[in-house]
């Protein structure tokens, strides 16, 4: 597969260990298998990688990438990672991809839910994200994990609801519904008219969710997407 493009990964910065994110084995083989006799290097950063796809067609990186772009990509491939700058982005961004598991998820998601208990989170918000998850969410994690996983989601809820407000785009996902055009002369809040609907419960904690799995719904919506769910689960 040399010179051709065969993944793309979400890295996410740790201060975990490194033998803590690849495994004490990988972690010994791969200091060895780069060792100079007695002398065994050590790497300066590591990332886990949080979220994994595979490049269907696998391109060769010449093809998808302009001359100047390879060369300051690839000149010196042992060196520290490049960020992509807006050109090379344009240039992949129509690259097929697939999803992949990956052994590293669960780091993000466990730092994410550190950060989720030291905030508050509305309470309303909280009980309706923990209605999105029917029964059969979260199978094989603890009751605390369960717990940790739940305030999880409902701390991206309220970022997610919070990016919508702050950009003006309040309206229903499913009917366009736009909350601000009814509240106009009251002092109800547009926001406390729509509803953060979780769109992918059950890959909760097994996936790295991100505020990408939430939709923003006016109530018909919301209740008709719940009550669809529980005609399916009963069929």
């Known amino acids: 597969m040399a010179g051709r493009l065969v993944a793309v990964h979400r890295l996410r910065p740790s201060s975990r260990p490194l033998d803590a994110i690849v495994g004490a084995a990988d972690f010994k083989r791969i200091q060895d298998m780069w060792a100079e006799g007695d002398k065994r290097y050590r790497w300066s950063v590591a990332f886990p990688i949080i979220e994994s796809y595979s490049i269907v067609d696998m391109p060769p990186a010449n093809q998808a990438f302009t001359t100047e772009q390879m060369k300051r990509l690839f000149a010196h491939p042992s060196a520290t990672l490049r960020p992509l700058e807006d050109d090379e982005r344009a240039a992949i961004g129509d690259l097929r991809l697939a999803p992949r ?8 998601i466990e730092d994410e839910i550190a950060m989720a208990e030291q905030s508050h989170i509305d309470p309303i ?13 979260l199978e094989g994690f ?6 940790k996983i739940r305030r999880r ?4 809820a309220q970022r997610f609801a919070k990016q919508r407000r702050d950009a003006g785009l309040l309206c229903c996902d499913e009917c366009g519904f736009d909350p601000i ?5 009251t002092a109800v809040k547009p926001r406390s008219l729509m509803g953060v609907h979780h769109t992918t419960p059950l890959d909760e904690g097994k996936r790295y969710t991100t505020v990408r799995d939430f939709k923003l719904l006016c109530p018909n919506c919301h209740r ?12």
Do not use: C, M, P
């Open 153 to 156: 989601a409902a701390w991206l």
């Open 224 to 235: 008709l997407v719940h009550l669809v769910s529980k005609v399916s689960d009963l069929q």
């Open 101 to 108: 598991s990956t052994a590293n998820t669960w780091i993000g």
């Open 181 to 185: 055009s009814k509240v106009v002369g």
């Open 142 to 147: 603890t009751v605390e994990q369960k717990l």
């Open 125 to 137: 918000l909280q009980k309706r994200i923990d209605a999105d998850f029917t029964g059969s969410a």
